[in-house]
């Protein structure tokens, strides 16, 4: 190599740079993959915190309960589903497998099992809903049971999401790793 004051090395034209400044591909997709979970814990916090103002104000009847229903059963247990948010945001950092490992297992636990369960909680309401047209709690005046069906169907969507993408990023981080240890 030449100094700044110095002759350029010889055999060279200077345009064999490109290979110096390409990024592994597992570091690319470690980046997108990062960004994208990032996104989803977002949108996951939008839904957690309207679900825990919705247990706030029910329980303590801020307002009238004709105007935001009292929470079904399922939704307790589903803010615990701030967990796995949390363990996926310290994984970022180190690249830590470890609570990238913990977030998905307590994202099937904590965020998917409440999820399941509401589905089956609610069902007989949805049902009498659908044959009936009768619905006997209200979130600002529409039926709660088919405000809380479209929330958990968007919800399932961003924590499967969130855990395809988790999975890509630990078999991502497990890539670099491997290749760590040949060298």
Excluded: C
């Amino acid at each position: 190599m030449a100094s700044r004051a110095g002759p350029r090395a010889a055999g060279t034209d200077g345009s064999d740079f490109q290979h110096r400044e390409k990024v592994a591909s597992h570091y690319q997709m470690s980046v997108t993959l990062k960004s994208e979970i990032k996104k989803l814990i977002i949108a996951h916090m939008v839904i957690w915190t309207l679900l825990t103002l919705q247990v706030i104000i029910g329980h303590m009847k801020l307002v009238s309960h004709d105007l935001i229903a009292m929470p079904y059963q399922w939704e307790y247990p589903y803010l615990l589903s701030i967990i796995p948010s949390i363990f996926g945001f310290m994984s970022f950092p180190r690249n830590n497998i470890s609570y990238l490992v913990l977030s998905m297992i307590s994202a099937g636990l904590f965020s998917i099992a409440p999820l399941i369960y509401g589905t089956m909680e609610m069902f007989p309401m949805a049902q009498q809903l659908y044959r009936h047209g009768k619905a006997y709690r209200f979130i600002f005046g529409f039926s709660a049971v088919a405000v809380m069906y479209l929330v958990l169907v968007i919800a399932v969507q961003v924590h499967g999401w969130q855990i395809y993408y988790s999975k890509k990023l630990l078999d991502s981080w497990f890539t670099s790793t491997q290749e760590k240890k040949k060298k």
